[in-house]
């Protein structure tokens, strides 16, 4: 079994960034994200992409994410920076206390490269880049719609998003993040349709394809879809719900590898490195017919919830996870 540590990004800016940041763009509406920000903004957000890797190297970890600093919309993001795309009302970001603005596409979605911009700034540091973007069935549930005939939208996000990743660097995985997959469960007939666009936008690239999925667990007919899906990995929440997860594998299987997200990743307690270790064999014991080509180690949730110094905990407790793998295996 080769053990993979990684994360699914979207990382806490540091305390320098925000206060520059607050300066530079104000706090209103119309101060948020573009795709058109000034020298110094950028200036900024390429210290904050630096100083991501940099944690991510010093920690130790096999696979690193750009970051996502300019991320001001969460999963959101690679539509609300969109021209054809009107950033509304607040929106509460799924059960939590974050928020969102809701996107609202008003025309074409044609492909954007804004994702792609920041792939590239962040493959000049690393040879072991992770691309992550929202899967097409979250963001379509995220956004909301005035321009395509409802029934299509699906297909179009998924489109959209297969366009993004095109203009892409050179990437060793993509993270499709899924949490509406389990959030907002699709409904018969949808749940064909979610793994269909998945498929689309997966095979938009070359890389490894990992469907992450997180704050409970999937139903099992959506499970069962989504393992039709021509993708690599299926990320799994064992923070939030061990045992429904647990049975969806033994019961349906998985795919040959598999992403195990271990530690909470909206919880500042940080768990030590023996702890991450016991879980992986607890679970490893659980899933006997299972030999999975790779296992990747993450968090179940992207990071941001945290401060500072605890995002940077957590990435060393997984560092040292992948240490000890190297001198094991």
Same mark, same amino acid.
Do not use: C
């Given at each position: 079994?080769?053990?993979?540590?990684?994360?699914?990004?979207?990382?806490?800016?540091?305390?320098?960034?925000?206060?520059?940041?607050?300066?530079?763009?104000?706090?209103?509406?119309?101060?948020?994200?573009?795709?058109?920000?000034?020298?110094?903004?950028?200036?900024?957000?390429?210290?904050?992409?630096?100083?991501?890797?940099?944690?991510?190297?010093?920690?130790?970890?096999?696979?690193?994410?750009?970051?996502?600093?300019?991320?001001?919309?969460?999963?959101?993001?690679?539509?609300?920076?969109?021209?054809?795309?009107? $950033?509304?009302?607040?929106?509460?970001?799924?059960?939590?206390?974050?928020?969102?603005?809701?996107?609202?596409? $008003?025309?074409?979605?044609?492909?954007?490269?804004?994702?792609?911009?920041?792939?590239?700034?962040?493959?000049?540091?690393?040879?072991?880049?992770?691309?992550?973007?929202?899967?097409?069935?979250?963001?379509?549930?995220?956004?909301?719609?005035?321009?395509?005939?409802?029934?299509?939208?699906?297909?179009?996000?998924?489109?959209?998003?297969?366009?993004?990743?095109?203009?892409?660097?050179?990437?060793?995985?993509?993270?499709?993040?899924?949490?509406?997959?389990?959030?907002?469960?699709?409904?018969?007939?949808?749940?064909?349709?979610?793994?269909?666009?998945?498929?689309?936008?997966?095979?938009? $690239?070359?890389?490894?394809?990992?469907?992450?999925?997180?704050?409970? /667990?999937?139903?099992?007919?959506?499970?069962?879809?989504?393992?039709?899906?021509?993708?690599?990995?299926?990320?799994?929440?064992?923070?939030?719900?061990?045992?429904?997860?647990?049975?969806?594998?033994?019961?349906?299987?998985?795919?040959?590898?598999?992403?195990?997200?271990?530690?909470?990743?909206?919880?500042?307690?940080?768990?030590?490195?023996?702890?991450?270790?016991?879980?992986?064999?607890?679970?490893?014991?659980?899933?006997? /017919?299972?030999?999975?080509?790779?296992?990747?180690?993450? $968090?179940?949730?992207?990071?941001?919830?945290?401060?500072?110094?605890?995002?940077?905990?957590?990435?060393?407790?997984?560092?040292?996870? /992948?240490?000890?793998?190297?001198?094991?295996?």
């Amino acid at each position: 079994m080769t053990v993979v540590t990684t994360t699914p990004g979207l990382y806490p800016l540091p305390d320098w960034a925000k206060d520059s940041l607050s300066s530079l763009k104000g706090h209103q509406k119309g101060d948020l994200i573009g795709d058109d920000e000034d020298e110094e903004i950028t200036a900024v957000y390429d210290e904050v992409r630096e100083e991501f890797l940099a944690d991510q190297r010093e920690a130790g970890l096999d696979l690193v994410t750009e970051g996502q600093a300019r991320w001001d919309d969460m999963l959101a993001h690679p539509l609300a920076v969109h021209e054809n795309v009107e $950033t509304r009302g607040i929106v509460r970001y799924y059960d939590n206390n974050n928020f969102y603005r809701d996107p609202v596409v $008003t025309g074409e979605l044609t492909e954007s490269g804004d994702v792609a911009r920041e792939l590239e700034t962040a493959s000049e540091y690393t040879d072991s880049l992770q691309a992550v973007l929202p899967g097409p069935y979250s963001l379509a549930d995220l956004a909301s719609n005035e321009h395509y005939r409802e029934n299509e939208f699906l297909d179009v996000i998924a489109e959209f998003l297969a366009g993004e990743i095109g203009a892409f660097p050179d990437h060793e995985t993509l993270f499709l993040l899924e949490p509406s997959l389990v959030e907002n469960s699709p409904e018969d007939g949808e749940d064909e349709r979610a793994s269909e666009a998945i498929d689309r936008v997966a095979a938009a $690239t070359d890389a490894d394809v990992i469907v992450h999925t997180y704050w409970g /667990a999937l139903e099992e007919k959506v499970h069962a879809h989504l393992l039709d899906a021509d993708i690599d990995a299926v990320g799994y929440d064992f923070v939030s719900d061990v045992e429904d997860n647990l049975y969806n594998i033994q019961e349906y299987g998985t795919k040959d590898s598999i992403v195990l997200g271990l530690l909470d990743g909206q919880n500042t307690l940080v768990e030590s490195p023996e702890t991450i270790a016991e879980r992986i064999d607890w679970i490893g014991e659980r899933l006997p /017919a299972e030999e999975f080509d790779t296992t990747y180690v993450s $968090t179940n949730t992207e990071l941001f919830y945290l401060p500072e110094n605890k995002y940077k905990e957590k990435l060393a407790a997984l560092g040292e996870v /992948a240490a000890r793998e190297e001198v094991t295996a």
